[in-house]
Protein backbone atom coordinates (compact mmCIF):
# COMPACT_ATOMS: atom_id res chain seq x y z
CA UNK A 1 0.00 0.00 0.00
CA UNK A 2 1.34 3.60 -1.34
CA UNK A 3 2.61 5.36 2.02
CA UNK A 4 1.93 2.61 4.58
CA UNK A 5 5.09 3.33 6.71
CA UNK A 6 6.74 -0.27 7.91
CA UNK A 7 8.75 -0.67 11.14
CA UNK A 8 11.31 -0.71 11.00
CA UNK A 9 12.19 2.25 9.45
CA UNK A 10 15.95 1.24 8.75
CA UNK A 11 17.06 1.57 5.04
CA UNK A 12 14.10 2.94 3.87
CA UNK A 13 14.57 5.66 0.54
CA UNK A 14 11.53 8.61 1.19
CA UNK A 15 11.56 11.37 -0.94
CA UNK A 16 12.55 15.34 1.08
CA UNK A 17 10.12 17.56 -0.61
CA UNK A 18 10.42 21.17 -1.04
CA UNK A 19 11.63 23.47 1.92
CA UNK A 20 8.11 25.21 1.27
CA UNK A 21 6.23 22.06 1.53
CA UNK A 22 7.91 20.82 4.83
CA UNK A 23 5.31 20.41 7.24
CA UNK A 24 5.98 22.27 10.14
CA UNK A 25 8.79 24.20 8.72
CA UNK A 26 12.01 22.37 9.86
CA UNK A 27 15.30 25.47 9.15
CA UNK A 28 17.21 23.23 9.99
CA UNK A 29 17.21 21.35 6.59
CA UNK A 30 19.07 23.05 3.70
CA UNK A 31 17.43 24.22 0.56
CA UNK A 32 20.31 21.89 -1.10
CA UNK A 33 18.75 18.85 0.36
CA UNK A 34 15.09 19.39 -0.69
CA UNK A 35 13.57 17.55 -3.68
CA UNK A 36 15.84 14.77 -3.27
CA UNK A 37 15.31 11.16 -1.84
CA UNK A 38 17.11 9.88 1.51
CA UNK A 39 17.85 6.84 2.70
CA UNK A 40 16.39 6.62 6.70
CA UNK A 41 19.60 5.36 9.08
CA UNK A 42 17.17 5.06 12.08
CA UNK A 43 14.91 1.96 13.10
CA UNK A 44 12.14 3.74 14.22
CA UNK A 45 11.23 7.59 15.10
CA UNK A 46 12.40 8.91 17.97
CA UNK A 47 9.93 11.72 19.01
CA UNK A 48 8.51 11.68 15.43
CA UNK A 49 12.34 12.23 13.95
CA UNK A 50 14.65 10.28 11.62
CA UNK A 51 18.29 10.41 10.84
CA UNK A 52 18.63 10.03 7.06
CA UNK A 53 21.13 10.76 4.54
CA UNK A 54 20.63 13.00 0.87
CA UNK A 55 20.58 10.60 -1.95
CA UNK A 56 22.51 12.57 -5.09
CA UNK A 57 22.22 11.44 -8.62
CA UNK A 58 25.23 14.10 -10.10
CA UNK A 59 22.95 14.62 -12.68
CA UNK A 60 23.77 11.84 -14.24
CA UNK A 61 27.60 11.96 -14.07
CA UNK A 62 29.19 9.32 -12.19
CA UNK A 63 31.21 9.70 -9.04
CA UNK A 64 34.96 9.03 -10.86
CA UNK A 65 33.62 11.78 -13.82
CA UNK A 66 32.50 14.30 -10.96
CA UNK A 67 35.29 13.55 -9.05
CA UNK A 68 38.34 12.42 -10.95
CA UNK A 69 41.55 12.86 -8.71
CA UNK A 70 39.76 13.98 -5.23
CA UNK A 71 39.49 10.64 -3.23
CA UNK A 72 38.66 12.48 -0.28
CA UNK A 73 35.23 13.50 -1.61
CA UNK A 74 34.44 10.37 -3.85
CA UNK A 75 34.82 8.66 -0.14
CA UNK A 76 31.90 10.57 0.97
CA UNK A 77 29.47 9.04 -1.52
CA UNK A 78 28.05 5.28 -2.02
CA UNK A 79 26.55 3.67 -5.38
CA UNK A 80 23.49 1.78 -5.60
CA UNK A 81 22.72 -0.62 -7.99
CA UNK A 82 22.68 -0.14 -11.22
CA UNK A 83 25.99 1.67 -10.53
CA UNK A 84 29.00 -0.15 -10.76
CA UNK A 85 30.92 -0.36 -7.64
CA UNK A 86 32.59 2.06 -5.56
CA UNK A 87 35.69 2.85 -7.39
CA UNK A 88 38.20 2.89 -4.32
CA UNK A 89 36.02 0.85 -1.76
CA UNK A 90 34.24 -1.82 -3.87
CA UNK A 91 31.49 -0.87 -1.99
CA UNK A 92 27.86 -1.16 -3.61
CA UNK A 93 24.51 -0.61 -2.45
CA UNK A 94 21.20 -2.56 -3.98
CA UNK A 95 17.82 -2.90 -3.16
CA UNK A 96 15.70 -5.20 -0.71
CA UNK A 97 13.59 -6.02 -3.87
CA UNK A 98 16.07 -6.91 -7.15
CA UNK A 99 13.00 -5.73 -9.96
CA UNK A 100 12.63 -2.13 -8.80
CA UNK A 101 15.27 0.83 -9.69
CA UNK A 102 15.58 4.40 -8.42
CA UNK A 103 14.46 6.98 -11.32
CA UNK A 104 18.08 8.20 -11.84
CA UNK A 105 21.56 6.04 -11.04
CA UNK A 106 22.10 7.29 -7.50
CA UNK A 107 24.44 7.22 -4.57
CA UNK A 108 24.26 8.17 -0.69
CA UNK A 109 25.95 10.77 0.50
CA UNK A 110 27.86 9.68 3.69
CA UNK A 111 29.23 12.69 4.80
CA UNK A 112 26.34 14.63 6.54
CA UNK A 113 23.32 13.60 8.53
CA UNK A 114 20.66 15.34 9.04
CA UNK A 115 17.42 14.54 12.08
CA UNK A 116 14.19 14.87 10.72
CA UNK A 117 10.40 14.48 11.04
CA UNK A 118 9.40 11.33 9.89
CA UNK A 119 6.21 12.99 8.95
CA UNK A 120 8.03 15.81 6.61
CA UNK A 121 9.28 12.70 3.82
CA UNK A 122 7.34 11.90 1.38
CA UNK A 123 6.86 8.06 -0.27
CA UNK A 124 9.65 7.54 -2.74
CA UNK A 125 7.26 5.99 -5.04
CA UNK A 126 3.94 7.31 -4.59
CA UNK A 127 2.24 4.87 -6.89
CA UNK A 128 4.08 1.84 -5.68
CA UNK A 129 5.53 -0.28 -2.68
CA UNK A 130 7.57 1.33 -0.41
CA UNK A 131 11.43 1.22 -1.17
CA UNK A 132 14.27 0.01 0.96
CA UNK A 133 17.99 -1.11 0.55
CA UNK A 134 18.86 -4.72 1.52
CA UNK A 135 19.41 -5.60 4.77
CA UNK A 136 23.11 -6.31 3.96
CA UNK A 137 23.34 -3.04 2.84
CA UNK A 138 21.68 -1.30 5.04
CA UNK A 139 24.25 -2.82 7.70
CA UNK A 140 26.86 -1.96 5.45
CA UNK A 141 26.28 1.74 5.38
CA UNK A 142 25.70 2.01 9.38
CA UNK A 143 28.84 0.81 9.53
CA UNK A 144 30.88 3.05 6.90
CA UNK A 145 29.00 6.03 8.15
CA UNK A 146 29.40 5.01 11.88
CA UNK A 147 25.65 5.20 13.19
CA UNK A 148 24.87 4.38 16.67
CA UNK A 149 20.57 4.47 17.15
CA UNK A 150 21.36 6.52 20.53
CA UNK A 151 22.71 9.47 18.51
CA UNK A 152 19.10 10.15 16.98
CA UNK A 153 18.04 10.83 20.87
CA UNK A 154 21.04 13.07 21.82
CA UNK A 155 20.16 15.45 18.94
CA UNK A 156 16.53 15.78 19.56
CA UNK A 157 17.69 16.59 23.33
CA UNK A 158 19.88 19.17 21.76
CA UNK A 159 17.38 20.49 19.60
CA UNK A 160 14.85 21.26 22.33
CA UNK A 161 17.35 22.44 24.96
CA UNK A 162 18.01 25.43 22.16
Same mark, same amino acid.
Not at 65 to 80: D, E, F, G, Q, V
Not at 118 to 135: C, D, H, I, M, T
Given at each position: ?19 ? #? ?21 ? *? ?5 ? #? ?11 ? #? ?35 ? #???? *???? *? ?24 ? *? ?27
Amino acid at each position: MPGLIREPLAGCIKWLPRKD #ELVPADASIDEGCCQHPVVILST *KAQNGRV #EILIITSFGGIDL #ETKYPTHLSARKNHLPIKPHKAHPDNGILLVLENPSI #ELRK *KSYV *KTRDRRTILLASLQPYNRQGPEVFLS *KKSYKILVQYVGFVEHEVVREVVRLVAT
